[in-house]
């Protein structure tokens, strides 16, 4: 969240809110106190405001924009409301003394902020104002009791949602002094049960069901009345609702018509044209009307939309299912990273549903971006964007409608590379790129004093026969061209200085952001393809540094030239220049046919590189099953594919290009030719005519090089959109985001799974399927399974290398959801199957993760994973320099160098996956023995094949398409005599 000054009158803001209850209600010094220390923010879509694992330090109230009320469940975070202007929230937290309340924008949005030590002093020292908040409901107040107290079954039913809403609306709120017994109020129904909300009360938690008359102790710690919530029970008729409202008297504060955006300085929406509120894309026909649809809802939720590959798919389901539907703009939403549901309600229900979303009006996919004020806002891609009245729009639609809603989800990408994102290096480097902006204007001007020393030779000196002079003018074009020189070489000298830097900031931050993408990301791209697209940064970067600066300086100081040549003669000025709109023509027209086979090119160039890196990687495979010449062919028919696309594209800008000088050379023949009658008839001298033919070319050259500046242009605009498909994925956790999450302390090793379910995919099969699970501190636990069971897709959820898509895992009662990233990582080692060695020494090797360790410390480690005998064999023991990817080192060696490597970490919670495979019977039991007596105290997980060298864990896992089928100790598995005991007997039969 951001401070807000442009959007926002501060002062007419706060006078419109003290004229409003609550806070009408404070007095003179109190209203003064009270504008002295709020403030305004502002918030993007998606900011968190309020957390429901932190005390609140402010409370806030919605001056513009909506908020998005969750609620925890067990697959997640759920929408319990959507709250717009004038609803004020974080004051519950207080009241209650708990933090509970989880508030994030839906939307941009204002607000004002009010310090907590501010809004818990107006409640202690104004009766009025305490007694508003006395009986004033919560939505999260509600579904956090109501969920405790088991009166809202939310986890069992699939209409939980509506079930909290009931709840909600029949409520009720009483507050009472510490020490007073508690009564129910006498007008409400007796079918209420009330809860205790307030957090602390010593043996009552939150939630506890009270009885008349009961008294309840009171709190030193916390001085505020006891707040207690009414719930009306799942048994009760409808008819058993309230009454009447406690204090009837009162509105929530968002109802209050008063809080009008005009008194609060704001612009109203109203005002604004409809294509300043929402995105509007044309489409005709059924094919582009769904490509104009997703664009719309891709605009609206800020995704990024790469049209082209969005087209292809679009046509290919269009034909298979002979029409546009919902489910099929929902499986292209989803393409761009948006999670997308159909759902079905009553028409008059529409309005309450989020937006934007998709649906069919009047027999054409519409998008449905607000309902406000009884005014329905669509966009229509056939007609445009529209208002229609509500009850307008609902006459047209059926009595139950179907609509789709999709919603950004945490791995949705943000719209944000593009040219904006080079504004902060232009501002970085502005004073470097000014000075090569003046020498570049000093080395134009000494240029164009050269031309008319030229012109005053043939005019002047040529015709009076004058020598001294010829060579004081010759002398000068000369000095001119030296100091011409000399700027040029300083401006190139700044100028590549200015570029590198700017290069070395591009490529530290996409590297940056490449390293901080989740593994889901890596899944599921090819290493030859994420190396081709940060490849792309070198093309960004020698355009904007190289190509497009010198163009757009060229094409600027041929504005200067053009000016002197007007002097000269306005006449033979649209003569030299009236070649330009046939080039103009030429370039727009070759424009869309270039940026199609560039784009072809790209991909066949990304599929090339993918493959040769592919073969490289694997060539120890590639030699042993003898596939040199399939390998060879594969990859010369994918290269001889992307020479025929790069053909294309070569011809069609040399031709292009060749066009473009053909044009230019008859703009200067152009001008010799009328010049010279010109100069016959006495209108131009003879130097004259030289002279403005040798400007007219710094004119017409710079205008006649669109044609390589827009190629270019093309070129860099699908460099920009592939490397913006690395730049704008969401990281695993952004710094702000992971320094504002609690710090795990050192682990114990205890770890608890509760109803875990992973899958790779929103669709298909789970690979982690309804988990529970617990393992105690210091167990050493085997975990087996057959190829494919789960059982590294389980491990890999403990570090958070992957997010469960429900349930949640625990270490030391800590939900490893709400704690940093990287306090969790930090103290969680991994040992894959596949371990990489990097280029270095063996030392080097091992004390990856700790530059600093000693040389005592690096040899335990080996001596720990049996390493350091075999070590020592080598010729130069732990100097031994190792090839790339370990290539002069065998599987098992590899292997116990990764092993050492992680125990120098000396992480509290070891994962070993497979990390045994290549070791064979003795060393991997001596290697287990080994990793027992160090990991005394330290959790440890064994995923391996062999079932013999588990046998003395602490505890083993059975895993089978992806569920946990048996645990226990080797021979309580023996004796249940199911899965674990006839594999272990046939490997014992098989050994």
Not at 835 to 843: I, N, P, W, Y
Request: charged share 20%.
């Amino acid at each position: 969240m951001s401070v807000s000054s442009k959007s926002l009158d501060l002062s007419a803001a706060l006078t419109a809110v003290c004229q409003t209850p609550p806070f009408s209600l404070l007095t003179e010094n109190q209203s003064q106190l009270l504008k002295s220390r709020v403030g305004a923010v502002s918030c993007e879509l998606g900011d968190r405001i309020l957390r429901p694992d932190a005390i609140p330090s402010s409370v806030y109230l919605v001056i513009s924009g909506k908020v998005r009320l969750l609620g925890e469940e067990k697959s997640g975070s759920a929408t319990i409301k959507l709250r717009g202007r004038g609803s004020f929230f974080g004051w519950a937290s207080l009241l209650c003394g708990d933090p509970f309340e989880w508030v994030i924008a839906s939307e941009p949005t204002i607000l004002l902020e009010i310090p907590s030590d501010c809004f818990v002093d107006l409640i202690f020292n104004n009766n009025d104002f305490a007694h508003y908040f006395a009986t004033l409901r919560n939505p999260h107040e509600i579904h956090r009791v109501a969920t405790i107290a088991n009166e809202c079954t939310a986890y069992q039913r699939s209409d939980w949602k509506k079930s909290l809403v009931t709840k909600q609306d029949q409520s009720h709120v009483v507050t009472l002094s510490q020490g007073v017994p508690f009564t129910a109020p006498k007008q409400v129904s007796e079918n209420v049960h009330w809860y205790l909300s307030t957090a602390g009360v010593a043996g009552f938690p939150v939630g506890y069901k009270m009885s008349d008359g009961e008294i309840l102790p009171k709190t030193d710690a916390f001085s505020l009345p006891y707040r207690f919530i009414g719930l009306l029970h799942e048994d009760a008729t409808e008819t058993d609702s309230f009454i009447q409202p406690v204090d009837s008297n009162i509105k929530p504060f968002r109802e209050r018509p008063s809080l009008s955006l005009s008194s609060l300085g704001i612009i109203e929406e109203d005002h604004l044209n409809l294509d300043q509120q929402f995105p509007f894309v044309h489409g005709k026909g059924e094919l582009s009307e769904g490509l104009a649809i997703c664009e719309m809802v891709s605009l609206q939720l800020a995704v990024p939309f790469r049209k082209d590959n969005l087209k292809k798919v679009l046509e290919g389901q269009f034909k298979r299912d002979k029409g546009l539907s919902l489910p099929l703009i929902g499986n292209m939403l989803e393409l761009l990273g948006l999670n997308c549901q159909i759902a079905a309600v009553k028409k008059e229900y529409i309005a309450g549903s989020e937006f934007p979303s998709v649906l069919f009006y009047q027999d054409r996919l519409a998008v449905l971006f607000s309902v406000v004020n009884d005014t329905v806002t669509l966009g229509l891609p056939s007609k445009g964007l529209e208002r229609i009245r509500l009850v307008d729009f609902l006459s047209q639609l059926e009595d139950e409608v179907e609509f789709l809603q999709p919603k950004r989800v945490g791995s949705t990408p943000f719209s944000k590379f593009g040219w904006s994102w080079f504004i902060p290096l232009v501002k970085k480097y502005r004073s470097s790129l000014i000075l090569v902006f003046a020498a570049s204007l000093l080395a134009q001007l000494f240029g164009l004093a050269i031309p008319l020393l030229i012109q005053q030779i043939i005019d002047k000196v040529l015709s009076q026969g004058n020598t001294s002079t010829l060579n004081v003018l010759g002398g000068l074009m000369i000095v001119l061209a030296l100091f011409r020189g000399i700027l040029m070489s300083l401006r190139t000298y700044v100028f590549v200085d200015t570029t590198d830097r700017m290069d070395l900031t591009l490529g530290t931050a996409v590297i940056g952001r490449l390293l901080s993408l989740p593994l889901r990301f890596f899944d599921r791209r090819p290493v030859g393809e994420l190396s081709q697209r940060i490849g792309e940064l070198n093309t960004i970067r020698s355009f904007m540094t190289g190509t497009a600066l010198v163009s757009v300086l060229n094409i600027i100081f041929a504005l200067l030239y053009l000016v002197v040549m007007i002097v000269y003669s306005p006449f033979l000025t649209a003569v030299a220049l009236s070649t330009l709109p046939l080039y103009f023509l030429l370039v727009f027209g070759i424009a869309p046919i270039y940026k199609t086979l560039i784009r072809r090119r790209a991909k066949a160039h990304a599929k090339t590189q993918s493959h040769l890196i592919e073969i490289l990687t694997g060539i120890n495979t590639v030699k042993a099953q003898h596939f040199e010449l399939t390998a060879r062919w594969k990859w010369q028919d994918r290269y001889r594919h992307m020479v025929d696309e790069g053909f294309k594209s070569t011809v069609l800008g040399a031709t292009s290009g060749e066009i473009g000088g053909f044009l230019s050379q008859v703009s200067g023949l152009l001008v010799l030719w009328v010049g010279m009658g010109m100069v016959l008839k006495g209108e131009l001298t003879l130097g004259m005519l030289i002279a403005f033919r040798i400007i007219a070319g710094n004119v017409t050259s710079p205008l006649l090089q669109l044609s390589k500046l827009y190629q270019g242009f093309q070129g860099v605009q699908l460099s920009m959109e592939r490397l913006g498909d690395l730049l704008d994925q969401n990281p695993e956790l952004s710094s702000e985001d992971d320094l504002y999450q609690i710090a795990l302390p050192a682990i114990q090793g205890d770890i608890r799974f509760e109803d875990v379910k992973f899958r790779f995919s929103n669709k298909g099969p789970y690979q982690v399927s309804n988990v529970n699970l617990h393992i105690e501190r210091g167990q050493f636990v085997g975990i087996v399974g057959q190829s494919g069971s789960g059982k590294s897709t389980l491990t890999k959820l403990i570090p958070r290398l992957y997010d469960v898509n429900e349930g949640r895992i625990f270490i030391d009662n800590y939900d490893i959801s709400k704690v940093s990233l990287t306090t969790l990582r930090r103290q969680v080692g991994i040992v894959p199957q596949d371990s990489l060695l990097f280029e270095g020494t063996v030392a080097e090797n091992i004390a990856l993760n700790d530059p600093q360790a000693s040389d005592e410390a690096i040899m335990n480690a080996a001596s720990i994973a049996c390493a350091h005998d075999f070590i020592m064999s080598l010729e130069l023991g732990y100097a031994t320099q190792i090839a790339e990817r370990g290539g002069n080192l065998s599987g098992g060696q590899r292997q116990r160098i990764a092993i050492a490597r992680t125990i120098l970490s000396n992480p509290q919670l070891l994962i070993m996956d497979e990390a045994t495979s290549a070791l064979d019977y003795n060393t991997e039991r001596q290697l287990c023995l080994n990793l027992q007596r160090w990991a005394a105290g330290r959790t440890v997980l064994f995923i391996t094949h062999r079932l013999s060298t588990i046998k003395n864990s602490d505890q083993i896992l059975l895993m089978s398409d992806g569920q946990l089928l048996e645990s226990g100790t080797h021979d309580q598995l023996i004796e249940l005599n199911q899965l674990y005991s006839s594999l272990y007997m046939q490997q014992s039969s098989s050994s």
